[in-house]
């Protein structure tokens, strides 16, 4: 029997890997539910060719849109925020993507858990926010929660068969385009450069975390709920050229990591279709060409956006949260050049220090910081936008 896929995010780029692994596998898997935030056209475009039972597009201004191209096909047209959380629960569904982008995954996440959909997560911020309510619920209504992200899966591979406790976790770090950079390089480079990753197509939004190296400090955070481990066993490695996806050491000192070419849809594949592995079409390393493996600490004055993650852990509460919600903003002032590739680490710390602690958040209080963090970061983002442009 086919397994029932419900895409959340499905025009963003792990949202189109996974139609390709579906693509990959049509006696396997089925697109079952595909929505989307804006991209209209896109989202017509993939009911059409996998002729879901249902879709959503988030944006409700476009729903007459989406509505009207999708007359003469049998699907049903949903919009607005609140349908994402319906559609999750809808009883077919055998297994939720998330693959939102950013605090939106948030809510949906939270309702298919609740409705007992096993969670196939690619919306890191989903435990970088809240991650203590996330794994309590998990836990609660028995849902198993499976890594998409590469370096997770990796570690997750790593896990499989072992009864030993973890030392540490070797989590990889591409070091993004700017890896060899200077401090004085960094205050003047452009959003057209940072998004020009090295080795992954990704995003506007994860392109440019990955290259402030934010990205890697959320997967500590993720890294910590989903291992239960403590952020002292959590080692970030610089590893350019993206081939150890991640590894586990453990107590007799013996390493294992996964290793493949830089292509989420193995991941994405692995977590559809756990416990079994599947074959696939996908590149495979060529160990006659491959290139020196290299490895190289993080600079913690250059990307001090991974510091701030570490710290975040340490924090606790609502910390992760702000820290989430502040990086949204300036990641997008950035994009608009409204603040300096540097600067935006500024902000974050800015607005940590401002908005006000809460030890055991719930899911409103995590709303209303996110929303407060945000008013803050882009009050930080006005006031300093006219020193930034003196420097221009």
């Known amino acids: 029997m086919k397994r ?10 792990i949202g189109t890997q996974t139609l390709q692994v579906i693509s990959e596998h049509p006696d396997l898997f089925e697109a079952y539910v595909l929505t989307a935030n804006s991209q209209a056209d896109l989202l017509i475009q993939q009911a059409k060719q996998y002729q879901p039972c249902c879709v959503v597009i988030a944006d409700d201004s476009k729903y007459d ?36 982008v950013g605090f939106s995954g948030l809510r949906p996440t939270i309702s298919a858990i609740q409705a007992g959909k096993p969670i196939a997560l690619a919306n890191k ?19 198993p929660l499976l890594p998409v992200d590469s370096e997770h899966s990796a570690i997750f591979q790593s896990l499989m068969g072992e009864e ?20 004085d390089q960094l205050r003047n480079v452009t959003p057209a450069q ?10 506007a939004k994860i392109t440019i975390d990955s290259a402030s190296m934010m990205n890697k400090g959320f997967e500590v955070i993720e890294a910590r709920w989903l291992f239960d481990v403590t952020p002292e066993k959590i080692q970030v490695v610089v590893h350019p050229q993206s081939i150890l996806h991640s590894a586990v050491q453990f107590e007799d000192g013996a390493v294992k990591g996964q290793l493949g070419m830089p292509d989420m849809r193995v991941p994405i594949q692995l977590a559809l279709s756990y416990p079994k592995r599947l074959n696939s079409s996908f590149p495979r390393i060529d160990w006659w060409n491959l290139k020196d493996l290299t ?21 606790g509460g609502n910390a992760a949260c702000i820290v989430n919600a502040a990086n949204e903003v300036v ?11 540097l600067q935006m680490a500024d902000i974050i710390e800015q607005t940590l220090q401002h908005v006000p602690h809460q ?16 008013h803050i970061a882009e009050e930080f983002i006005i006031h300093n936008s006219y020193f930034f442009h003196r420097l221009l």
């Not at 030993?164 to 200077?182: D, N, Q, V």
């Not at 958040?361 to 945000?374: G, I, V």
Request: glycine share 6%; hydrophobic share 40%.
């Open 4 to 13: 029932k896929i419900c895409i959340l995010g499905s025009t963003g780029s």
């Open 65 to 100: 849109y989406v509505r009207d191209a999708l007359a003469n096909v049998p699907i049903q047209v949903y919009a607005g925020a609140n349908a994402l959380c319906q559609v999750v629960q809808m009883e077919p569904v055998d297994i939720v993507l998330t693959a939102l």
């Open 125 to 143: 911020e989903t435990l970088v926010v809240a991650g203590e309510l996330i794994t309590q619920l998990c836990i609660e209504h028995k849902v």
């Open 164 to 183: 030993s406790p973890i030392e540490k976790i070797i989590l990889t770090a591409s070091g993004g385009p700017f890896r060899m950079f200077t401090l």
């Open 194 to 203: 940072a998004l020009k990753h090295p080795n992954w197509d990704m995003g």
């Open 295 to 315: 490895f190289e600490k993080p600079d913690p004055e250059k990307f001090r956006c991974l510091q701030m993650a570490y710290e975040a852990i340490r924090i």
């Open 331 to 341: 990641n997008h002032a950035f994009r608009q050049e409204r603040c300096g590739f």
């Open 359 to 374: 030890d055991k958040p719930s899911l409103q209080d995590y709303l209303d910081c996110d929303r407060e963090s945000r």
